[in-house]
């Protein structure tokens, strides 16, 4: 009774927080009730086809089956096979069949032939059987995701390496990264905008092939990058921002760095590294660089322009057929300010002890204070107008 009370006072508070705030998500309001998502969705609908009658169904239906329930296996026979098949799959299925696999196999079942028992015909007849024998195994409590913003077309690129472990290795050959392919993605539409495959990928050659892709497609507002250290840099330079990150920022490009052990900030460019190695490594396997180049200009003309794409953004359709026509990026500038990445530091300030001749260090910098500060501790500020100061 007291849980009914409870629950009937958050449905009144829900009604209460649809007028106040018509434009919250169900996970917002979800988290504001302490109440699961599918809860607040079914009363969220109930009551905006209520209408002006809401009031009248605040209170929550019966909880008396509207169905009746599903009759007891009469034969503990029946059960038993149940039992071996979920256990032992025949015909070398390979995977634990569920209810729709054993109702299959119990219909061509010679032994329920013999006894004359007829098979079921109910999944979830053959579920509650499993369920109560305990198994079944229950899914983890999750907690409700906040939808991620939709970018506009274009505008945000996500980067990411892929390794081709197909390719033959000598028995003094590299044996890690011996190919890899850097790919581009484009959140806001999925499009591949480029994948490039390399032996050398290090952080000189990242940088010159991105810049390529810069001259060749144009600068996006963002780059999202994960920590491997050809963009991020060595944990030694860690006071200003890496060769790589510096470039971006010159470009006016906002650089976007992921979190440690969190790929899904990456997740446009790492869904299509999945995709790629299934569809299109490990189906053709090269064992050469030249291979691993022809490979991967097929697969990216097939994933833009014939490969359905099931995101949001593309609807089940390729993503160039999705999005035909792009808008025009910013072309690279004939002349760059080396400074400009100062900017991202602006104010930043570093404290470090003045050492015997007089000189601090910043960045494997070494920047000179005076003889009279020696063994003291100063601070030091960056003011991008001025350089460091």
């Not at 009363?43 to 169905?67: C, P, V």
């Not at 329920?112 to 079921?120: R, V």
């Not at 180049?293 to 953004?313: D, F």
Request: proline share 8%; net charge positive.
């Amino acid at each position: 009774m007291f849980d009914e009370m409870q629950w009937q006072a958050d449905r009144i508070q829900l009604q209460s927080l649809l007028l106040e705030h018509p434009d919250w998500s169900c996970t917002l309001l979800a988290q504001t009730l302490h109440r699961s998502v599918a809860q607040v969705k079914k009363w969220r609908k109930r009551i905006r086809e209520a209408g002006d009658q809401a009031s009248q169904i605040l209170q929550g239906l019966s909880s008396r089956r509207h169905h009746p329930t599903p009759p007891k296996p009469s034969n503990p026979f029946l059960v038993e096979r149940i039992f071996q098949i979920r256990d032992h799959p025949p015909q070398n299925l390979g995977r634990t069949p569920g209810p729709k696999a054993i109702i299959y196999y119990l219909k061509h079942d010679p032994l329920l032939k013999e006894k004359g028992l007829k098979p079921p015909n109910s999944t979830s007849f053959i579920w509650k059987i499993l369920d109560m024998a305990h198994r079944i195994a229950r899914p983890k409590t999750r907690h409700a995701a906040e939808p991620a913003t939709r970018h506009a077309p274009y505008s945000c690129w996500q980067a990411a390496y892929k390794d081709s472990t197909t390719i033959t290795v000598g028995p003094e050959g590299k044996k890690a990264h011996l190919v890899e392919i850097l790919n581009i993605v484009d959140e806001g539409t999925s499009i591949l905008v480029e994948a490039i495959a390399r032996e050398d990928y290090n952080a000189e050659t990242a940088l010159a092939e991105v810049s390529k892709v810069f001259k060749r497609a144009g600068l996006p507002k963002e780059l999202t990058i994960d920590r491997d250290p050809r963009w991020v840099g060595s944990q030694s330079m860690r006071d200003f921002p890496s060769a790589f990150v510096r470039f971006c920022h010159c470009l006016d490009i906002q650089v976007k760095i992921c979190l440690p052990r969190r790929p899904d900030q990456n997740g446009f460019v790492e869904r299509y590294n999945g995709s790629f190695g299934r569809e299109c490594l490990a189906v053709h396997r090269p064992e050469s660089l030249e291979r691993v180049k022809k490979v991967t200009a097929q697969y990216k003309e097939h994933y833009n322009q014939e490969r359905p794409h099931q995101g949001l953004s593309c609807k089940n359709q390729p993503p160039r057929v999705a999005f035909p026509e792009l808008p025009a990026l910013r072309t690279v500038p004939l002349l760059v300010d080396p400074d400009r990445w100062l900017k991202s530091c602006e104010g930043k300030r570093y404290v470090r002890k003045v050492d015997s001749s007089g000189t601090i260090k910043i960045d494997k910098q070494h920047y000179y204070i005076g003889k009279e500060w020696v063994g003291k501790y100063v601070q030091a500020e960056v003011v991008a107008s001025s350089g460091l100061g």
